[in-house]
């Protein structure tokens, strides 16, 4: 009874052993059969190709990705609504962006050129709109604020306060 060196995995095996204990190899056929044992294909020379990667399918994570785009999207409009306030007080009207950083824009109702209201068809059966408020103090200063609920309200007030003044 002699040890011989498994050809697969290099370890050594009992020439008795019917098979590898440790990878399985055939090595007592291959000596009945009078043929020295043979090593498994070697790697390549210009080194291993890669046949196959094979990563966990996305229907895995599919509670993941659900309840991801389910409470991911109404946190970040939560964040967005937060972020915008017009506020309209008798002699101005108040523009605050942001949530860290803050911009605030003061406009003198007087200087408001004309006020804009873009609907969609949806938007209007909701009752939303986009306002755009642009002023003569500077050029090209407009200021557009998405989504303001009854904007015709809105602008029928910023009207009545340049007309107060």
Known sequence: MALITCPDCGKPVSDSARACPTCG???????ASGQPPEPASPPSASGSQLLLEVRP??????????????????ILAWFSR???VLR???????LERGLLSKCYQDYNPRDIRSIDIDQSFLAR?????????????????????????????????????????
């Open 82 to 84: 937060l972020s915008t």
């Open 88 to 94: 309209v007080y008798p002699d101005r009207i108040a």
């Open 57 to 74: 399918s996305w229907w895995r994570y599919s509670w993941h990705l659900f309840f991801f785009w389910l409470i991911v999207p109404p």
């Open 25 to 31: 190899y055939p090595v007592a056929e291959k000596l």
């Open 125 to 165: 059966l909701v009752g939303i709109g986009d306002l755009t408020l642009s002023t003569a103090a500077t050029v090209e200063g407009a200021e557009r604020i998405n989504g303001v609920p009854d904007p015709h309200k809105v602008r029928d007030l910023i009207l009545a306060q340049r007309g107060n003044r």
